[in-house]
């Protein structure tokens, strides 16, 4: 059934069946009643193609990603897709190259499929700000792009960003270690980390801040229990007065907690261990591990209702920063 078919049916126009579906003035409540009743009989669904073509809107949002690899990034897309599905706006997720011609390549992608906004994920659009705010003011600039997990703010008007500061997150690690009576450090960073500098520079301060504690890194582990076996190993043949263990990932972290159990080494009287992430995990291995909440779901969740609020005309702030929270359990509990 068409909306000829409908109008044909109801003895009106096309144009008042139209202003029926998108629930418009200027129709009586009767002949309302009696094409939506139609509509029902014959279950009407609209042209979702052709009400865009007419109206040069449709209920599209863009989602640009430099890594669909990580379980962060992962998670955080989900969480988005399904918060505006709920409120009826459908997804078109593209991968870019994590360049600036990558960023242009995406944003000209959703150009083309008249997106009524975007989001963008990934440690591109945080490195490539100045070009990501150029090339939106030259072809997005009438309608709201919001930057996940970014906490500078843009002077474009209809760029919105909803960050986390991992880097604070680091050193207070390092500040809640210290506080344990803990005095040599050691940082596990996994391969290819993104923000492995942010963590890096987080870790580093907290150490200048805190005298006589000292700070060593491991990095290019893989996300695995047994990369983390293997490196708390190592660790204890080359920095055996290690008293504190930062893990990035919580799988990482539960391979030296098991190891260093195994190996007689109690934890956290002897060394004590935080792991970033997992929250699930770290709650369920015993001893319960302590673990820094990278706030995900949250934020993702934060950066879908931004965009819902913009397109529904209410106010928002063009800046949200939050702060990682430590979840303090056993394995810091001295």
Not at 51 to 74: F, K
Not at 184 to 194: A, I, M, T
Not at 265 to 284: D, F, Y
Request: with cysteine; hydrophobic share 35%; charged share 20%.
């Amino acid at each position: 059934m068409t909306i000829y078919d409908i109008a044909k049916l109801a003895n009106c126009s096309a144009s008042t069946v139209s202003r029926v579906i998108n629930n418009r003035g200027g129709v009586g409540s009767k002949k309302r009643e009696e094409i939506e009743s139609l509509l029902r009989k014959h279950n009407y669904v609209p042209d979702e193609n052709a009400r865009s073509l007419v109206m040069q809107t449709n209920n599209m949002i863009g989602i640009l990603v430099d890594n669909t690899d990580s379980e962060h990034m992962t998670e955080g897309i989900i969480r988005i897709e399904y918060e505006l599905m709920e409120q009826g706006y459908f997804c078109f997720i593209k991968r870019i190259a994590p360049t600036k011609e990558g960023i242009t390549d995406g944003i000209q992608t959703l150009l083309r499929y008249r997106v009524v906004g975007v989001l963008c994920m990934g440690i591109t659009f945080r490195d490539e700000c100045t070009h990501v705010s150029k090339e939106v003011a030259r072809y997005l600039s009438s309608i709201p792009v919001i930057m996940v997990n970014h906490m500078q703010a843009f002077p474009n008007p209809n760029i919105y960003s909803v960050g986390t500061d991992e880097r604070t997150g680091f050193e207070n690690c390092v500040n809640l270690l210290a506080e344990r009576g803990c005095q040599h450090l050691v940082l596990l960073l996994d391969k290819g980390r993104r923000s492995g500098n942010i963590i890096r520079s987080g870790f580093d301060l907290g150490i200048r801040n805190q005298p006589g504690v000292t700070g060593k890194v491991y990095d290019g582990l893989a996300v695995t229990m047994e990369a983390g076996a293997e490196v708390c190993k190592q660790i204890l043949q080359e920095a055996p007065e290690t008293d504190g263990i930062i893990a990035c990932r919580a799988s990482i972290g539960v391979g030296v907690l098991y190891t260093l159990q195994d190996l007689g080494i109690k934890v956290p009287e002897q060394i004590a261990l935080i792991s970033e992430g997992g929250n699930n995990t770290c709650r369920v291995c015993r001893p319960a591990m302590t673990n820094l909440d990278t706030m995900l779901t949250l934020c993702a969740t934060l950066s879908a209702n931004t965009i819902l609020d913009v397109l529904n005309g209410r106010p928002v702030a063009h800046s949200v920063n939050l702060q990682l929270e430590l979840h303090e359990r056993a394995t810091t509990n001295r």
